[in-house]
Nanobody, 122 residues
């Protein structure tokens, strides 16, 4: 089993930046890909980005050029650098383990964290 804990969310003005972290523990040697999802109030959970152990990356079109996913294997931590934030980026952000690479379907992800709230508002 893998446990994931997100942190780094908060309130930020439009155009601002935040960096989210996701600390992994447990059977971390089983982890290949990891990713970020987000869920806004009243909406479905949407894919944001994913990264493999050999640093292959893919993003949702809505965040390309603004968000950067990265990982520090020595620290067992996943990151999401979010720049040029917009009000529509407001959501709870979750990290998860990718069970099927290149998928954006949440059913192909597992070991979800508890989420961290990001609010973009003036």
């Amino acid at each position: 089993q893998v446990q994931l804990v997100e942190s780094g969310g908060g309130l930020v003005q439009p155009g601002g930046s935040l960096r989210l972290s996701c600390a992994a523990s447990g059977n971390i040697f089983s982890i290949n890909g990891m990713g970020w999802y987000r869920q806004a109030p009243g909406k479905e959970r949407d894919f944001v980005a994913a990264i493999s152990s050999n640093i292959n990356i893919y993003y949702a079109n809505s965040v390309k050029g603004r968000f950067t996913i990265s990982r520090d294997n020595a620290k067992n931590t996943l990151y999401l650098q979010m720049n040029s934030l917009k009000p529509e980026d407001t959501a709870v952000y979750y990290c998860a383990v990718v069970n099927r690479w290149r998928s954006q379907d949440p059913r192909d992800f597992g070991s979800w964290g508890q989420g961290t709230q990001v609010t973009v508002s003036s």
